[in-house]
T-cell receptor, first 115, second 115 residues
Framework: AQSVTQLGSHVSVSEGALVLLRCNYS??????LFWYVQYPNQGLQLLLK??????LVKGINGFEAEFKKSETSFHLTKPSAHMSDAAEYFC?????????????FGSGTQLTVLP | GAGVSQSPSNKVTEKGKDVELRCDPI?????LYWYRQSLGQGLEFLIY????????KSGLPSDRFSAERTGGSVSTLTIQRTQQEDSAVYLC?????????????FGEGSWLTVV
């Protein structure tokens, strides 16, 4: 079964610093990969997705992620953190073959941005 | 509507009562999903609809949980004889079709508290 691991349940960065949120997947065949953001008391919003086109994926709000097959990773980055980036971030996968159609989520990373 | 709409946004119910949660997906979206988000369990898949049928209901935690979808649109998640462990945010999502690369859009959730 597909699974996804997010290293670090809490990450703190200073405003203006680099944001790096880690995501690793476990499957022999690379899945499709997604990053979602959840602001307090809101639903999930898609930041970006990898669907086997370009390995460097650019998303909304200045975020990007790079798919690295050799490392089974899909880490999320942003060069300069803003206070408004404080939220919980979820990495998710869907297998590219088979009948499963649902996202499998990681446990999430709470990002705090310090002034 | 413009997005996935869920109601009620908040529901407090007594243990043992039945509850119904409603989801109105994005117009034209044939795929619909229910997820549950709780502190201890993270984001869990419950059920997936394609049109009015549910090819994957593997995530429903017990026979107290059921869901239906009518007219290829609105879906209702029903929890019978609620228990305290059912307290969670229930998220509905939809996508244009069941294609694995399609973006899945989430509603803001229904927050259920069982007292």
């Amino acid at each position: 079964a597909q699974s996804v691991t997010q290293l670090g349940s809490h990450v703190s960065v200073s405003e203006g610093a680099l944001v790096l949120l880690r995501c690793n997947y476990s499957s022999s065949v690379p899945p499709y990969l997604f990053w979602y953001v959840q602001y307090p008391n809101q639903g999930l919003q898609l930041l970006l997705k990898y669907t086997s086109a370009a390995t460097l994926v650019k998303g909304i709000n200045g975020f990007e992620a790079e798919f690295k097959k050799s490392e089974t990773s899909f880490h999320l980055t942003k060069p300069s953190a803003h206070m408004s980036d404080a939220a919980e971030y979820f990495c998710a996968v869907i297998p590219t073959s088979g009948s499963a159609r649902q996202l499998t989520f990681g446990s999430g990373t709470q990002l705090t941005v310090l002034p | 509507g413009a997005g996935v709409s869920q109601s009620p946004s908040n529901k407090v119910t007594e243990k043992g009562k039945d509850v119904e949660l409603r989801c109105d997906p994005i117009s034209g979206h044939t795929a619909l999903y229910w997820y549950r988000q709780s502190l201890g369990q993270g984001l869990e898949f419950l059920i997936y609809f394609q049109g009015n049928s549910a090819p994957d209901k593997s995530g429903l935690p017990s026979d107290r949980f059921s869901a239906e979808r009518t007219g290829g649109s609105v879906s209702t998640l029903t929890i019978q004889r609620t228990q305290q462990e059912d307290s969670a945010v229930y998220l509905c999502a939809s996508s244009l079709s069941g294609g694995v690369g399609n973006t899945i859009y989430f509603g803001e959730g229904s927050w259920l508290t069982v007292v």
